[in-house]
Nanobody, 113 residues
Framework: QVQLVESGGGLAQAGGSLRLSCAAS????????IGWYRQAPGKQRELVAS???????NYAGSVKGRFTISRDNGNNTAYLQMNSLKPEDTAVYYC???????WGQGTQVTVSS
């Protein structure tokens, strides 16, 4: 059974914006910190941003000031607003519910130079 589903990826130009969504099951969304990770070909998966159940956020230095993570506890959805995109942001983006071991299947983000 699918527990988290990402959407919103696509192709953007450098300097453009995308908003990713992660729709989660209430049972895991309500109690867990949600993280956005990304993985580029040949690289390890890395944490981009996270948000606790209480709304505390953290960001990787490479995206701070450009990306914003948020969550809507009413519809069990987390978001990643990505502005000022750079080619190095190109990756598959995954959402993850911390401690649950549940991952989404990922959404591809490609940023052209």
């Amino acid at each position: 059974q699918v527990q988290l589903v990402e959407s919103g990826g696509g192709l953007a130009q450098a300097g453009g914006s995308l908003r990713l969504s992660c729709a989660a099951s209430r049972s895991i969304f309500s109690i867990n910190t949600i993280g956005w990770y990304r993985q580029a070909p040949g690289k390890q998966r890395e944490l981009v941003a996270s948000i606790t159940s209480g709304g505390t956020t953290n960001y990787a230095g490479s995206v701070k000031g450009r990306f914003t993570i948020s969550r809507d506890n009413g519809n069990n959805t987390a978001y990643l607003q990505m502005n000022s995109l750079k080619p190095e942001d190109t990756a598959v983006y995954y959402c993850y519910a911390f401690t649950s071991l549940y991952w989404g299947q990922g959404t591809q983000v490609t940023v052209s130079s």
